[in-house]
């Protein structure tokens, strides 16, 4: 029994260098095609994870523009000229303009700022939306839709139409929001 074991031992077989290359050809196509799949899976979760990034930022920025339109209920509603936004305001019971209701809704710098009557326009924003990605000025419009009442410059009803291009990082992502909200 000692025998059969030591001469066990003793036998030198091996692994031929055809046989090597063959399972070394299989593991690197098997480790490729891994490796792809795990590449490509994370790539997409990196840009899904992006898109509905956007997505809650542009739910964001559209949510604050309804809420501050209803909230204010503008008797008169403004394009400002450079169409950047528009400027809401209420009237009293004369039909004369009441300064202290003014607020104005526009593009600046890349964010949408909401700002009250008196305030300059150097960071005096009551609110300005605070997030991530930043709204691409010349992609984006805020217009008013409607007829202006008896000649004047103003609207009474009408809808404004909202489109914001938002952008990710310098060179990321960009996705566009379109809305149309009543007055």
Same mark, same amino acid.
Request: aromatic share 8%; hydrophobic share 40%.
């Given at each position: ?93 004369? @039909?004369?303009?009441?300064? &202290? =209701?003014?607020?104005?809704? #526009? %593009? !600046?710098?890349?964010?949408?700022? $909401?700002?009250?009557? *008196?305030?300059?326009?150097? @960071?005096?924003?009551?609110? &300005? =939306?605070?997030?991530?990605? #930043? %709204? !691409?000025?010349?992609?984006?419009? $805020?217009?008013?839709? *409607?007829?202006?009442?008896? @000649?004047?410059?103003?609207?009474? =009803? ?26």
């Amino acid at each position: 029994m000692r025998n059969r074991f030591v001469n066990g031992l003793k036998r030198e077989e091996g692994v031929t260098l055809i046989e090597l290359l063959a399972v070394l050809s299989l593991m690197a196509m098997i480790l490729g095609v891994v490796s792809t799949t795990i590449f490509f899976g994370f790539r997409s979760y990196n840009h899904v994870g992006t898109e509905n990034r956007l997505r809650e930022e542009g739910d964001i920025l559209m949510s604050s523009v309804i809420t501050e339109l209803y909230v204010s209920a503008p008797d008169h509603v403004y394009a400002l000229a450079d169409g950047s936004g528009f400027r809401m305001v209420n009237v009293d019971a004369s @039909g004369t303009e009441v300064a &202290s =209701t003014e607020k104005i809704v #526009r %593009i !600046v710098d890349g964010q949408l700022q $909401i700002q009250k009557a *008196g305030l300059s326009g150097e @960071g005096d924003a009551y609110q &300005s =939306t605070k997030v991530d990605s #930043r %709204i !691409v000025p010349e992609l984006s419009s $805020i217009e008013i839709e *409607g007829d202006t009442a008896g @000649g004047f410059d103003y609207y009474t =009803t009408g809808l404004i139409n909202i489109k914001l291009v938002l952008q990710l990082g310098e060179n990321g992502s960009r996705l566009e929001l379109e809305s149309r909200f009543g007055f």
